[in-house]
């Protein structure tokens, strides 16, 4: 129990298009998701907590007009990266808490 | 000062080799403490919760010290599929603060 979907796994994307990630959980309902998003070699930082039915909390430094972020249903959070730069080139996962905090498989965008 | 602070390592050791990790964190109403494993690009999974009695599962065991705020994973008999970066994770506030990690290398 407690998966966590996310898709796509990989992107490639022009400088300057929007790229939209789905956060899906699997077999529970989730009010809130996490994302995070891990440069090289460091840690994965928390970007955003997607609230079901509401505006996302941002974190400090996260530009939430660059970063939207969707929750529409219990099942889907959605993060779009709007006008993508190559240093938005990153690690993106999402999580949910389902009994326990389980990880989606992770995005890698690459903006080229 | 960083909420959860790790040694980033890495450390290389061989097999067979006992290796204990170190996890500070800053926020005394903390609730909830935990090990994760990440391999390379890839999405982090559990290893562990922390318990204040500390907890053991197989080679693997973690400890937990309130009064000090930190805590630890010990891995015993280091295997070569060991090697990966582990993170610790502290849960408050609704969220969970991931330290930076510590790489593992483990060499035949």
């Known amino acids: 129990g407690a998966v966590v979907s996310q898709h796509p796994s990989r992107v490639i994307c022009k400088s300057g298009t929007s790229v939209k990630i789905e956060c899906r959980s699997l077999?529970?309902?989730?009010?809130?998701m996490f994302w995070y998003r891990q440069f090289p070699k460091q840690s994965l930082m928390l970007m955003a907590t997607?609230?079901?039915?509401?505006?996302?909390?941002?974190e400090q430094g996260v530009e939430k007009d660059k970063f939207l972020i969707n929750h529409a249903s219990l099942t889907l959070s959605t993060l779009t990266v709007t006008s993508a730069h190559p240093e938005d080139s990153s690690f993106y996962i999402c999580s949910a808490n389902g009994g326990r905090y389980t990880f989606g498989s992770g995005t890698r965008l690459t903006v080229v | 000062r960083k909420e959860v602070e790790q040694d980033p390592g890495p450390f290389n050791v061989p097999e067979g080799a006992t290796v204990a990790f170190n996890c500070t964190y800053s926020n005394s109403a903390s609730q909830s403490f935990f090990w994760y494993r990440q391999d390379c690009r890839k999405e982090p999974k559990l290893l562990m919760s922390v318990y204040s009695s500390g907890n053991e599962d197989g080679r693997f065991t973690a400890q937990l010290n309130r009064a000090s705020q930190y805590i630890s994973l010990l891995i015993r008999d280091s295997k070569l599929s060991d090697s990966a970066t582990y993170l610790c994770?502290?849960?408050?506030?609704?969220?969970?603060?991931f330290g930076g990690g510590t790489r593992l290398m483990v060499k035949p």
């Open positions: 994770a502290v849960w408050g506030g609704n969220m969970l603060t």
């Open positions: 077999d529970f309902q989730a009010t809130t």
């Open positions: 997607s609230n079901e039915g509401s505006k996302a909390t941002y």
